[in-house]
């Protein structure tokens, strides 16, 4: 491993950290020296890293540190223009071109040698099979879950029975021919998944009680629970 790729292992395992950790178990992590650990962390500091801390007290990078143009590792590309082709090709449209326009901004900032490597990555993803026609605009499902809003929805059950719904929601999942919205749904008192395929109308409702992050780990607990019962 070159020195380069080094530093940018360092600040990754110092990014999955938020709070102090110590020389010991970051020089145990990257499999290097507590010597070597010490003079990294000088390095990036001199380089203009926000990491706090000292021997024996232990070390955070604060929020905000972007490193100027560095290597990306062969795998890394793939994975982000993989990553970026799936989301194009399996996503909403607003989604979708916001994906190629980020690929394009990490693009800009690659060294030349790397940025003619992106649209040569031989990786490819293949159209879905059962192509998703969504009956609303997806874009503010997404809109209602960054802003904790409820959405009154009309919906058709997979027996062709229609309701009218309040729902507070908070992830959505994609999968290859259906998009679903994971929610709380106040006609029923507990968690749902809707189709988008089969959501008629939305409006939005205004803020829910709850907020997202507390939603998502109480389905996930119970969705956990379910699984392993």
């Known amino acids: ?126 159209p879905s099979s059962v192509p998703v026609v969504d009956r609303i605009d997806v874009s503010l499902v997404r809109q209602a879950i960054r802003a904790e809003h409820k959405l009154a929805i009309a919906y058709r059950d997979d027996k062709g029975a229609e309701s009218d719904r309040v729902i507070w929601p908070f992830a959505l999942g994609f999968f290859d021919s259906v998009r679903i919205v994971m929610a709380w749904c106040e006609l029923r008192g507990d968690f749902r998944h809707f189709r988008t395929d089969r959501i008629a109308t939305l409006a939005d409702q205004g803020r829910y009680p709850k907020r997202r992050h507390i939603l998502l780990k109480e389905w996930r607990a119970i969705d956990h629970s379910r699984a392993t019962s």
Request: charged letters at 25%; proline letters at 6%; glycine letters at 8%.
């Open 1 to 126: 491993m070159s020195r380069t790729e080094r530093l940018l292992d360092l600040l990754q395992t110092l990014r999955r950290h938020r709070l102090p950790v110590s020389g010991q178990k970051l020089a145990a992590e990257m499999g290097i020296s507590l010597r070597t650990l010490y003079r990294d962390i000088a390095t990036l500091q001199c380089q203009g890293a926000e990491i706090e801390g000292e021997p024996g007290v232990g070390y955070v990078l604060r929020p905000g540190f972007m490193l100027p143009p560095l290597m990306f590792s062969t795998e890394e590309i793939e994975a982000l223009v993989l990553g970026t082709r799936w989301v194009a090709g399996r996503s909403d449209e607003r989604l979708g071109l916001a994906a190629r326009n980020a690929l394009a901004k990490i693009g800009a900032v690659l060294p030349q040698e790397l940025r003619d490597e992106l649209d040569a990555i031989p990786l490819l993803v293949a």
